[in-house]
Each structure stands twice: as C-alpha cells, then as structure tokens.
C-alpha cells in the first residue's frame, strides 16, 4: 500500500484491522486501549501526570463494570494491561504496583508514534467511533484530529469510520466511511476492506 496507516482508536478494532488489511504488526500509543472523545490529544499532552499513583479508577460497561482502569490526566481507558481477578475485572489491589510498568509501555509507545507521524510523507490516521451521526458531528471530529495531529505532520490526512454515520463523506484530506454492524469486536470485514481499497484510490493519489 502507498499509505501509511496509523490507528488512533476509539477502540481496539481498529488496530486489528490495520493488522489485517495492510500487514503492519507495529503496535503505536492507541492501539490496545480505549480513547473515547478527543483524548487522542493525549499525544501532545504533557507526560507528567500520566498513570501517577492514585489518580486513576476502575469503571466498564453497564454488563461488566470493572474491566477497564480510567486514567484520570489523559482519560484513556486501559482493558488489557492490568492484573485481572478470577472473575474478569480489574485487580483494584494490584493497580497501583503495575502503574510504573504502564507508564514506561505507554509513553515508549507515545514516543514511538509520535516519531513514525512525523517521519511518514504518506501517513494516514485511521479512527473507528461509533456515536458520530451527522455531517456536523463529522466535521467537527475531522477538525479536532487535525488541530491536534497537523503540527506534528502537516501532511496528514484522516479517516472517520463508524456505523452510525447517515451519509459517507469524500474529501481529498479525509475520508468519511460508514461501516456494517458487527458482532465480533473485530467489526465487519467486508466494510474494512472496503475502507482500505477507498483510500488506496482516494487519498494521496
């Protein structure tokens, strides 16, 4: 592929769809967590004040209440990195004495994505997040990213894909692209390969 693709979340699906549909194993900062919001700007944040001791809590869905810990600075959301108990959820005993190990992984990670947006001449920052409907909520997202990622590589270009959106949107700086409903937390092959293939034609031509 001519692109070069980074996720920045929401969620984890799609890091395993870039894994799948383009063949980079490399892991970068939101790829194995939750970043609800515009917590993606936790890129150009500070790291003091990341993963610190006693600023953190255990939260979840509605069905399973205790899988993620929040980080309270960045607002990220962590499911896979900390000790869990026999029953699934998060080990509130065991949090604090993993939080230094965290902390090194994530901000190795934050370096690390951080170096390859600014050295790519084709990057192109993919981002799946169910919730944005209309054109409005779109483009308001799209100008987020942009605000936060363009000084880092004015070259930039994004990718919206959700499966809540009422109409696609094609943009030579962004691709908004509407994706089927899936019951795997892997989402919906077809809508994916679809994306890669419009972006492949549609995006640094």
Not at 5 to 30: E, H, K, M, P, V
Not at 96 to 113: G, R
Request: glycine share 6%; hydrophobic share 35%; aromatic share 10%.
């Amino acid at each position: 592929m001519k692109n070069n693709y980074i996720g920045i979340g929401a969620y984890c699906q799609t890091a395993a769809q870039i894994r799948r549909c383009t063949g980079n194993q490399n892991s970068s900062l939101f790829d194995w967590l939750v970043s609800p919001g515009q917590t993606f700007n936790f890129i150009r944040k500070e790291d003091a004040g990341f993963l610190e001791s006693g600023n953190w809590e255990i939260v979840g869905l509605s069905d399973n209440p205790d899988i993620r810990v929040l980080d309270k600075y960045s607002g990220l959301l962590f499911q896979h990195e900390f000790p869990l108990l026999d029953s699934g959820g998060i080990d509130p005993d065991k949090v604090e004495s993993h939080l230094p190990t965290a902390k090194k992984k994530f901000l190795h990670l934050k370096a690390k994505t951080l170096q390859f947006i600014r050295s790519s001449e084709n990057c192109v920052l993919v981002r799946a997040e169910d919730g944005l409907i209309t054109r409005d909520d779109t483009m308001r997202r799209v100008e987020e990213i942009r605000e936060v990622f363009k000084p880092i590589n004015h070259r930039v270009k994004v990718i919206l894909a959700s499966t809540t959106f009422e109409a696609e949107f094609q943009h030579p700086e962004f691709l908004a692209i509407k994706l089927q409903p899936a019951q795997e937390w892997y989402g919906d092959y077809a809508s994916w390969d679809r994306l890669f293939s419009l972006s492949e034609q549609l995006i640094n031509p």
